[in-house]
């Protein structure tokens, strides 16, 4: 059975820096794209970073370049997202997806697999 478990969201003020973990289980990790999303209220759901094995470099929104950093840990099977110099407007539910070969790794529809999500709230 495919598991992916979000960990690590909170609140944090703005500025600030969260760093949330996707662990998975029941698949091939290396064989798999992971992305992280997040719905904002009243919001769409939106693509936020994704990481593959290949070479392919890591996807990141425009929104969040330069300030949010994936990564993965094979050994532990482990998606993780570092994010910084968090905005209020960032306050989401954030979820990590997998797929073994999603067309775009920004798009949701693109992911089989999801986790239930964790909440991220950045107070002004």
């Known amino acids: 059975e495919v598991q992916l478990v979000e960990s690590g969201g909170g609140l944090v003020q703005a500025g600030g820096s969260l760093r949330l973990s996707c662990a998975t289980s029941?698949?091939?990790?290396?064989?798999?794209?992971i992305g992280w999303f997040r719905r904002a209220p009243g919001k769409e759901r939106e693509g936020v970073s994704a990481?593959?094995?290949?070479?392919?470099?890591?996807y990141y929104a425009d929104s969040v370049e330069g300030r949010f950093t994936i990564s993965s840990d094979s050994a532990k099977n482990t998606v993780y997202l570092e994010m910084n110099s968090l905005q209020p407007e960032e306050t989401a539910v954030y979820y990590c997806?997998?797929?073994?070969?999603?067309?775009?790794?920004?798009?949701?529809?693109?992911?089989?697999?999801w986790g239930q999500g964790t909440q991220v709230t950045v107070s002004s």
């Open positions: 997806a997998a797929d073994h070969s999603p067309v775009l790794f920004y798009e949701a529809s693109a992911y089989k697999y």
């Open positions: 029941g698949f091939t990790f290396d064989d798999y794209t």
């Open positions: 990481i593959s094995s290949s070479d392919i470099p890591p």
